[in-house]
């Protein structure tokens, strides 16, 4: 494996780390109530999370394991694309395991070990998100030389596993873990003049994608299956050879 694969040095955490993960849970566990997915507070429980230190990633892989088959991969900064698809299709999730400090509390530029547990752990205990994630991994790593392919790919990823938003019982709710871990996310979109849509996989293509600044659109789904046909049918386009316009 490449060099950005680490060990978690639980014992090198220092008790600001712990400090920070535990502001960071109150805060986004207290912002998240009646916003998340059902699926994140399900998955926040069982995969042992709680307020009080950070995460063994050991333990958690646990957990995972026994509920959807997969696990952590501790690495210490971003991945290029055909080592983290290649991962997802694996069933390996790649967490940061460096935490931010207090000075980075509401902005970081790069995904956290907050942002990368906190996040994206929960909705992975949930085995229809995990079998989605595993069969995008799948997809994208047989078309890692496609640069318009992969820009898809990475919208696709985008708009649903980091900000995504989804229809539960009548009401909008979140599963996107750009969206779980942050504050100013999370008040951006729930803002009244916040851009969100129906979730329609044409128009997620369509539109430009980056992290760099808060979302100027989100994609609502109407149920969970949305994220397991989108993938199939982006896959059946490229085994066709079908022309994606230019990104």
Same mark, same amino acid.
């Given at each position: 494996?490449?060099?950005?694969?680490?060990?978690?040095?639980?014992?090198?955490?220092?008790?600001?780390?712990?400090?920070?993960?535990?502001?960071?849970?109150?805060?986004?566990?207290?912002?998240?109530?009646?916003?998340?997915?059902? *699926? +994140? /507070?399900?998955? %926040?429980?069982?995969? $042992?999370?709680?307020?009080?230190?950070?995460? !063994?990633?050991? @333990?958690?892989?646990?957990?995972?394991?026994?509920?959807?088959?997969?696990?952590?991969?501790?690495?210490?900064?971003?991945?290029?694309?055909?080592?983290?698809?290649?991962?997802?299709?694996?069933?390996?999730?790649?967490?940061?395991?460096?935490?931010?400090?207090?000075?980075?509390?509401?902005?970081?530029?790069?995904?956290?070990?907050?942002?990368?547990?906190?996040?994206?752990?929960?909705?992975?205990?949930?085995? *229809? +998100? /995990?079998?989605? %994630?595993?069969?995008? $991994?799948?997809?994208?790593?047989?078309?890692? !030389?496609?640069? @318009?392919?992969?820009?898809?790919?990475?919208?696709?990823?985008?708009?649903?596993?980091?900000?995504?938003?989804?229809?539960?019982?009548?009401?909008?709710?979140?599963?996107?873990?750009?969206?779980?871990?942050?504050?100013?996310?999370?008040?951006?979109?729930?803002?009244?003049?916040?851009?969100?849509?129906?979730?329609?996989?044409?128009?997620?293509?369509?539109?430009?994608?980056?992290?760099?600044?808060?979302?100027?659109?989100?994609?609502?789904?109407?149920?969970?299956?949305?994220?397991?046909?989108?993938?199939?049918?982006?896959?059946?386009?490229?085994?066709?050879?079908?022309?994606?316009?230019?990104?």
């Amino acid at each position: 494996m490449p060099h950005v694969m680490v060990t978690q040095h639980y014992d090198r955490y220092t008790p600001q780390d712990h400090l920070v993960w535990k502001v960071l849970f109150d805060r986004q566990t207290a912002l998240l109530h009646k916003r998340a997915a059902s *699926a +994140f /507070a399900q998955g %926040l429980e069982k995969a $042992g999370l709680h307020r009080h230190a950070i995460p !063994h990633f050991e @333990e958690v892989s646990k957990r995972l394991q026994k509920a959807t088959g997969w696990q952590l991969e501790p690495v210490n900064g971003m991945l290029d694309d055909a080592t983290f698809f290649g991962l997802l299709a694996e069933r390996k999730f790649p967490a940061t395991v460096w935490i931010r400090s207090m000075q980075q509390f509401d902005f970081i530029e790069e995904p956290d070990l907050f942002h990368g547990v906190f996040g994206h752990v929960p909705l992975l205990m949930n085995q *229809a +998100f /995990a079998d989605f %994630l595993h069969f995008l $991994g799948r997809v994208a790593a047989q078309h890692l !030389h496609d640069a @318009e392919a992969m820009a898809r790919m990475e919208r696709l990823y985008g708009f649903t596993v980091q900000f995504g938003l989804v229809q539960e019982n009548g009401a909008t709710r979140m599963f996107g873990a750009g969206l779980l871990s942050s504050s100013g996310e999370i008040h951006h979109c729930v803002a009244d003049e916040s851009n969100r849509r129906p979730y329609d996989l044409a128009t997620v293509l369509r539109t430009p994608y980056s992290e760099a600044h808060l979302q100027e659109q989100y994609f609502v789904l109407n149920g969970w299956e949305q994220l397991t046909e989108s993938v199939a049918e982006l896959a059946a386009m490229l085994s066709a050879g079908w022309e994606l316009q230019p990104a």
